[in-house]
């Protein structure tokens, strides 16, 4: 295996959702730049590109998103049984404020025209193009040392009005994104108890789905 390759595999690895270790910073323009570019060079059905990103740094903005954000996060805890509630309450499930910058990343259905090469039987593929450039996003800034974290805590309807996002566009994901003081080794969900992962023997299936 060469270096290359080697960091490749390094980058996927210490990938992770970042929460809790942003360090206040705001991220400078230029990376920011070289990681959207990162996002805007992932793969599309039919060449759609049906990404758009929405930069938020407006400190009184990111905390009116954080506090829809702990409405949502407190709605969810009340639903839980009181073991899973003791689980999940130390859990830190966004860095809104604390990392300084959010993108929200849309997806237009439109773009592209209507008659979109591979989209003709599984539409779904358009979301999963706008995804796509999620995971580029998120694999650039990680090397760039630079914290990314996906909050999903909140309401479609509040984030569109928010950005100003009008139908059929739909805002798909808010991520937190800023320099950080380390990535944990272990992710969150796993350190806290929430959930294991599974090992990838798991979910290899030879031929057929066999559950």
């Not at 604390?98 to 929200?104: A, K, Q, Y």
């Not at 358009?126 to 909140?154: C, P």
Request: with cysteine; glycine share 8%; hydrophobic share 40%.
């Amino acid at each position: 295996m060469t270096e290359e390759t080697e960091a490749v595999y390094r980058t996927i690895f210490a990938r992770r959702d970042v929460r809790a270790e942003y360090t206040g910073e705001v991220i400078c323009a230029d990376t920011l730049n070289r990681i959207l570019s990162a996002g805007h060079a992932a793969p599309s059905v039919g060449n759609s590109q049906p990404w758009d990103f929405v930069i938020i740094q407006d400190r009184n903005r990111l905390a009116e998103f954080a506090a829809h954000v702990a409405e949502r996060r407190k709605a969810f805890a009340d639903e839980l049984a009181d073991d899973r509630k003791e689980v999940f309450n130390p859990i830190k499930i966004e860095g809104i404020r604390e990392s300084g910058t959010g993108i929200v990343v849309t997806f237009d259905p439109r773009r592209g025209g209507p008659n979109i090469l591979g989209r003709h039987t599984i539409d779904d593929t358009g979301v999963f193009s706008a995804v796509l450039a999620i995971q580029n996003m998120w694999l650039a800034a990680t090397a760039e040392n630079i914290g990314m974290g996906w909050v999903s805590f909140y309401e479609e309807e509040f984030l569109r009005s928010f950005i100003g996002c009008p139908d059929p566009i739909r805002p798909i994901a808010w991520l937190c994104i800023g320099p950080v003081t380390h990535f944990e080794s272990v992710p969150d969900l796993q350190r806290f108890g929430w959930r294991d992962a599974k090992p990838l023997s798991e979910v290899i299936h030879r031929e057929v789905y066999r559950g």
